[in-house]
């Protein structure tokens, strides 16, 4: 069945076997991946639907696997668990996958170009599938905020963060698109920024940030679902003090 999701000023296509079971190897995009449906509901009225693209910032590479700088990949990696949609297509200099959230159409992407050239996927793939900047959510590692704290903000700053900084210089410079930040922490004491990014977690910070992961999944689901809303304040204020005791 062809699953049509169609909304102003954007639309993905895709067939629901397609994305879950039709690629058995990674591709090149054909030249155009069409998605797009009207689905009616009960009373028979056409439901559009706006997708999301979901990004999540890294670097490529067994090297760089389970590094604090690439947590946002492992994010759309849990999400692509948890949904059930194949990373299988290089498009944009990314790789993706097609699927939706409940009946949400949601293009997940990691970036190949390395992380301060994240941009260079981001951009081109919202506009050739026509996202408007409040459904691009980025996932990306934040030193601001404790190790496995998670925050979701509908806008902001690239707070020296380069692979974002690179993202909105791909977005027109616009800051008014939706980030999911993954908390890393800071250098302890005098270390090097750059050596703690590419450094791996201790055993305590790792089961941390897979807590913390499973928990954005849920959190990813509500704002794709029902935008942000009282469940996202609840959710940052329980992000915020859950490692304080009372």
């Not at 700088?69 to 194949?86: A, C, K, P, T, Y």
């Not at 809303?229 to 003090?241: A, I, V």
Request: some cysteine; proline content about 6%; glycine content about 12%.
């Amino acid at each position: 069945m062809l699953y049509a999701v169609s909304g102003p000023s954007t639309s993905i296509s895709y067939r629901r076997s397609l994305d879950y079971h039709g690629f058995h190897r990674r591709r090149l995009a054909p030249a155009r991946l069409c998605v797009s449906a009207s689905l009616p509901d009960a009373n028979g009225i056409k439901v559009e639907y706006t997708p999301w693209l979901i990004v999540g910032l890294g670097n490529p590479g067994n090297k760089y696997h389970g590094t604090r700088h690439n947590v946002g990949f492992e994010m759309i990696d849990r999400i692509s668990q948890e949904e059930g949609i194949l990373l299988n297509t290089i498009q944009s200099k990314a790789l993706i996958g097609i699927g939706s959230i409940g009946e949400v159409p949601i293009l997940l992407a990691k970036p190949q170009a390395y992380m301060n050239f994240s941009g260079e996927s981001v951009g081109p793939l919202a506009a050739y599938y026509q996202v408007p900047l409040r459904h691009i959510l980025v996932a990306y590692d934040e030193m601001n905020l404790p190790n496995g704290v998670l925050r979701l903000a509908p806008r902001g700053g690239h707070g020296y963060h380069n692979g974002l900084k690179n993202v909105m210089g791909h977005l027109d410079g616009c800051r008014e698109f939706p980030r999911l930040c993954i908390g890393i922490g800071n250098p302890p004491g005098t270390m090097d920024m750059k050596a703690y990014l590419l450094q791996k977690f201790s055993f305590e910070e790792r089961k941390q940030i897979d807590a913390a992961q499973e928990q954005g999944i849920g959190a990813v689901r509500n704002l794709v679902l029902n935008g942000f809303n009282h469940s996202t304040t609840r959710f940052n204020l329980g992000q915020k003090y859950k490692y304080h005791k009372v």
